[in-house]
């Protein structure tokens, strides 16, 4: 056998005992263990560790410092995974933001489950970009319509006039929505939220229920109002390099784990606006909850145009999967009829 075969077999073996040899990765997320960060995480965990001898070292929220904090530490490979809610990502990945853009996705959660499992967008277009910027991206999930909680009702824009409402930080869209919307945004990360709305630096934000919930939002506003311009979402993704350098096995595995939680978290996506507002009206019984009619939404709508076209002339990919995305969610609707 010549040296440089002989080599070559060796070199093959070794990577193939690399990959095969039990390694920890660590993962993570934006929320915390029970959140829908957190369980899909855990069911990755529970994946990866029940069909390898590999381990998964879980972070929540907190932990790891702030979503900015995280984001670093995953490109620079000091993190294996990283889930993040797609609102704090427009800034790095402007791409993102398309999921902040008003009044694009839909309410209904069965059009949302076709869409993430069959978007041209999330599983064609998306992996590209995230990849020129040093990850590897394995899953958008929904986490929930988006619900604004506020201290004074508000039916338009004109009543939202002056009001400080927090949004997620390094959203450039998140901001000229709020704006479009007539008030004034506030950029917060989650850990200044409780803060700001306790010492009225803010006057409303907006969340899915299941976290206003959990987190106790509804305690500290007085009305919470269903405008139906967005949807909650978050992505995971691996840092590019780890995920290249894993043998033909392993990437395997982290496609199968990330497959299968992204199942378990579709499964659990549909309840989770049943749960998160079943628990507020049970257990905050005088909360004024409102929805806003179609005529009310209808001026909402409007002033979102502007921010559609915003996001669209920032650049052409942008314009691009702003395009494709409304393919995407005439496909769902039709689909799912
Ligand atoms: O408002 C936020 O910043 C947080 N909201 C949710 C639903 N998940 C994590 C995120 O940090």
Redesign the pocket.
């Known amino acids: 056998m010549k040296l440089t075969k002989f080599k070559g077999l060796v070199l093959a073996g070794m990577l193939a005992a690399t990959s095969m040899s039990a390694a920890t990765w660590k993962y993570a997320f934006?929320?915390g263990v029970s959140?829908?960060?957190g369980i899909y995480a855990t069911a990755f965990k529970d994946f990866v560790e029940e069909n390898s001898r590999h381990k998964i070292e879980l972070y929540k929220?907190g932990s790891l410092g702030e979503?900015a904090d995280m984001m670093e530490q995953a490109k620079a490979g000091l993190l294996h995974f990283i889930g993040?809610?797609t609102?704090?990502m427009g800034g790095t990945i402007p791409q993102m933001d398309v999921f902040t853009v008003p009044y694009v996705l839909p309410t209904d959660t069965k059009q949302l489950d076709y869409f993430f499992k069959n978007s041209k967008v999330v599983n064609e277009m998306l992996p590209k970009i995230f990849n020129k910027h040093g990850l590897e991206l394995l899953a958008i999930f929904p986490?929930?319509e988006m619900a604004v909680t506020t201290m004074e009702e508000f039916r338009s824009p004109a009543d939202l006039k002056g009001k400080k409402m927090?949004v997620?930080p390094g959203s450039p869209i998140l901001v000229e929505t709020y704006e479009a919307f007539g008030a004034s945004p506030q950029p917060m990360?989650?850990g200044d939220?409780v803060g700001a709305l306790k010492t009225g630096m803010v006057d409303g934000?907006?969340?899915?229920t299941?976290?206003i919930e959990a987190?106790g939002l509804d305690e500290l506003t007085k009305v919470l109002t269903y405008t139906g311009h967005g949807h909650?979402n978050?992505s995971v993704s691996a840092n590019k390099n780890f995920f290249d350098g894993l043998g033909k096995r392993d990437k395997r595995l982290v496609q199968e784990a990330a497959k299968h939680a992204q199942k378990v978290i579709l499964e659990e996506a549909q309840k989770l606006d049943a749960i998160g507002i079943g628990r507020i009206v049970k257990t905050n019984p005088n909360y004024k909850i409102n929805m806003l009619t179609e005529e009310e939404r209808a001026v909402f709508k409007k002033a979102a145009q502007k921010v559609q076209d915003s996001f669209a002339s920032k650049s052409a990919s942008n314009k691009k999967i702003m395009d494709q995305i409304k393919r995407d969610l005439a496909q769902a609707e039709k689909n799912t009829k």
Not at 205 to 208: D, M, T, V
């Open positions: 934006g929320e959140d829908p960060q929220v979503e993040q809610s609102g704090y986490e929930g927090r997620m990360t989650w939220l934000q907006e969340n899915p299941v976290w987190y909650f978050a």
